[in-house]
Antibody, heavy 122, light 112 residues
Framework: QVQLVESGGGVVQPGRSLRLSCAAS????????IYWVRQAPGKGLEWVATISHDGRNKYYADSVKGRLTISRDNSKNTLYLQMNSLRAEDTAVYYC???????????????WGQGTTVTVSS | NFMLTQPHSLSESPGKTVTISCTRSSGSIASNYVHWFQQRPGSSPTTVIYENNQRPSGVPRRFSGSIDSSSNSASLTISGLKTEDEADYYC???????????FGGGTKLTVL
């Protein structure tokens, strides 16, 4: 079945780095726009980053620009989020999600992973 | 960037109808599709309405969506409320100018 599975979360000190992964299965990964969306404890959903189906175009929320980098390896059906210079405010559950449309974005997020938790604390 | 504003919380009784609003702060609500997500505690979000008024397969007909240009807002209406509808609901749209994807702050729906 269509599935996204995140991994790589954990506890990390402020200023350190972490890389999240999102493994896709059950669909043609290379045809879809993919998102990272996060949710801080007790808070709402926050869009983090978007990557085009071919990886050429990337978009970031202002809050993460210059520190977080989205990438994908279509040969491995995997999405990544490289997180550098982490701050306490980056503490959240990170979800990857697929766009409903192909190959462009616009149809909303129709498949979500279960999320991976990142805690930034000394 | 524009903002999407939702009521923080709503409460209604089983069997009743509730409408959750999502007001766009600038630019036309009709400029970009609005999508609605349901999130139950401890679970990932799921889509209940996409492209303003489309229901994914498996979502009951009790869920409907619309947009209103006069109030520059989108609405999610749930009729015949059930206790299982108790959840957080988020609207989401796209900002062409800044190439940002925008979520509303979420509405906590209580059914009791």
């Amino acid at each position: 079945q269509v599935q996204l599975v995140e991994s790589g979360g954990g506890v990390v000190q402020p200023g350190r780095s972490l890389r999240l992964s999102c493994a896709a299965s059950g669909f043609i990964f290379s045809s879809y726009v993919i998102y990272w969306v996060r949710q801080a404890p007790g808070k709402g959903l926050e869009w983090v980053a978007t990557i085009s189906h071919d990886g050429r175009n990337k978009y970031y929320a202002d809050s993460v620009k210059g520190r977080l980098t989205i990438s994908r390896d279509n040969s491995k059906n995997t999405l990544y989020l490289q997180m550098n210079s982490l701050r306490a405010e980056d503490t959240a559950v990170y979800y990857c999600a697929r766009d409903r449309w192909t190959p462009e974005a616009g149809g909303g997020m129709d498949v979500w992973g279960q999320g991976t938790t990142v805690t930034v604390s000394s | 960037n524009f903002m999407l504003t939702q009521p923080h919380s709503l409460s209604e009784s089983p069997g009743k109808t509730v409408t959750i609003s999502c007001t766009r702060s600038s630019g036309s609500i009709a400029s970009n599709y609005v999508h609605w997500f349901q999130q139950r505690p401890g679970s990932s979000p799921t889509t209940v309405i996409y492209e303003n008024n489309q229901r994914p397969s498996g979502v009951p007909r009790r869920f409907s969506g619309s947009i209103d240009s006069s109030s520059n807002s989108a609405s999610l209406t749930i009729s015949g409320l059930k206790t299982e509808d108790e959840a957080d609901y988020y609207c989401q749209s796209y900002d062409n100018t800044n190439r940002n994807w925008v979520f509303g702050g979420g509405t906590k729906l209580t059914v009791l």
